[in-house]
């Protein structure tokens, strides 16, 4: 028997992971939030629960000790390049301080090369996991197939999609994939792995116009539009300033084709295929 922490456990991907190992059982769960008060569910169902906030590093040796294996989930601070490094950075230090032997982290496609504004907070993470000795994997996940639920609505409504990622293809991953992903790599020694979670089809935009129409019965017109003219899209709808350079970035990236890989990694670890595309727009029907 292991003890298995999972910070951000108030939010979705940390909450069904918890709920992941309790239904496995087998193992001490602990699960950590900035606000604990918020995990009473988790609580109910046989989760020991914990204050860790990443900006509070005095939070964090307490919260992390008598743990063997920690996930650090990745905070959703986008807005401030560098935040989110600080933020990890301050996890690991803690997890090595109270002896932790092995963190799973959750990463991005390529953080080495890739346009996305934040994807240096996420090789910073990866290389200060690595620097500290304990033993790690590092899950690469895709896009989830859920932030297509921010995008399509809006456009579905108009009949366009305005996109700056060209001709560019993403494997889309559902959430639950993510979550089942982590949970696997939480549950056992890791062997120092980075992976690359993916879903089972590269898609560009064309190609999920087809799929959604043939799902949904709904045209979508795609227009391909440029960086600069995506960025007035997206002030014009009220995106605030600060994010739109980053949301920017995530076409960019797909245009360049720094999502363009598509692996086996999901199936390895889990046992189990990943949802494809047809299943997202089948449960999600009603949002569009
Ligand atoms: N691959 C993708 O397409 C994609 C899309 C969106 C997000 N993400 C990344 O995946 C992560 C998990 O996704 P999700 O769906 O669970 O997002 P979410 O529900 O928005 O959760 C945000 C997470 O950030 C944590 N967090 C924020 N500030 C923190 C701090 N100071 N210290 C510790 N934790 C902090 C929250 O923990 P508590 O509230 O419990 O403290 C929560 O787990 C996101 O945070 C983001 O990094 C990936």
Redesign the pocket.
Known sequence: MSTLLV????????RHVVNLLLEQGGNTVIAT???PS?LSDLAARGAGTRR????DPASLEAAFAGVDRVLI?????LGIPGKRLT?HTNAVDAAKAAGVKEVVY?S?PNPETAAVLFAPDHLGTENAIKASGMGYTILR????QE?LLHSLPAAFASGNWYTASGDGATPYIA?DDCARAAAAALSKPSGNKTLNITGPELLTPDDIAAIAHDMLGKPLNVVKVTDEQLAEGLKHAGLPDFLIPTFVSFDTATRKGDFNLKSNDYETLTGRKPTPIKAFFEANKAAF
């Open positions: 910070t951000g456990a108030a939010g979705k991907l940390g939030s900035r606000d918020k860790a906030d990443f900006d989930i990745s905070t959703d601070a933020q959750t991005m996940n895709a896009w989830y932030n959430h």
